[in-house]
């Protein structure tokens, strides 16, 4: 009975297998979504804030950055399996997603306009340019107020091809499908390099760069929705985690980072197969950590650098220990995301049920 009613990755044999309930859903999509926000929030605040953090930890902090892919992995598998069950048109969708993920990003935008260490430039210009989306094609603007902000551009691209690409899934194969959107992938990168543009934000983070990682989400959702679970080794996950982050690490470093836009592909495998096998563990208390973190992940990341930067900014006056304001910092930033996620969805819901 408890695994009729408990989605959970089980270890049995070396094995874990992942599956979902009877209403489609897949836990470990929400342990990952957490896990990559906790990576992401102490990368920030280990790199960023904490200045007696030994160096090899703030090295190994770097990989936590890689979670943002995992939010795209994650997002196109979420949207895939929402787009199975209801059919949006384009203006629906749009509709379902813009408030949800607009609200609350304003919200923290508005209030980091008045704070002045939060940007330095023209902060009428920043400002217009994040009310209206078109940051996403200025690469100082696109992480004003925020460097983890390149991130609602690039979402919002992919929310407005997402249709387009669920119907092209639709009517081709799976392989060719996650080939057709590899291709514009490696092409991106390979336009970067060759005309040195690998440090042009607008460029670096617009949507063909995780393009495939969008879509491969499509073809494992598909496969889960069709075949009910998926069985995978765990040593081979654990060898996987290895090679990719060693690959990654060494591929930052070849020719001053020229060719870093190459690193997302091991980075990916190497950080997802990290996260599935901390998942099978099966710690209890870890995992119940790290699913409570999922359910506020958007609002943590959108809301973290602003409280870190604040409590900071006030606690360092008086010379407090640095760790001990990271450790507050850091408990803020979860009370704040919890009220902000209370406070956009009735927002949300508000002006959702009169748009319908």
Known sequence: MIYKNIIEGIVMNNKIIIRGNNNNYFEIIDFMKGFSILTIVFMHLIQDYLTNVPALIQKASSFGGTGVHIFFFCSGFGLFIMQRKKGYSFVEFIKSRFFKIYIPYIFVVLVSFFIPYMYNGDRIKALFSHIFLYKMFDSELIISFGGHFWFISTIFQFYLIFILMYKIYCKIKAKKFLLLNFLISAIWWIFQIVFNFTNNMAIGYFCFQFIWEFALAFCLADYLLKNKSIELNRRIIAVMSVIGICIATAIIFIDGGKYKVLNDVPGFFGYICLCV?????????????????????????????????????????????????????????????????IISSKIYNLIYDKCK
């Open 277 to 341: 096998f901390i998942y099978s563990l099966n710690c209890p208390i870890l995992k119940k950590i790290i699913l409570s973190t999922s359910k506020i992940s958007y609002e943590l990341y959108l809301i973290h650098l602003l409280v870190f930067s604040t409590v900071f900014f006030f606690f360092n006056l008086f010379k407090i220990n640095n760790l001990l304001v990271g450790m507050l910092s850091f408990f803020v930033s979860i009370v704040f995301a919890y009220i902000i996620k």
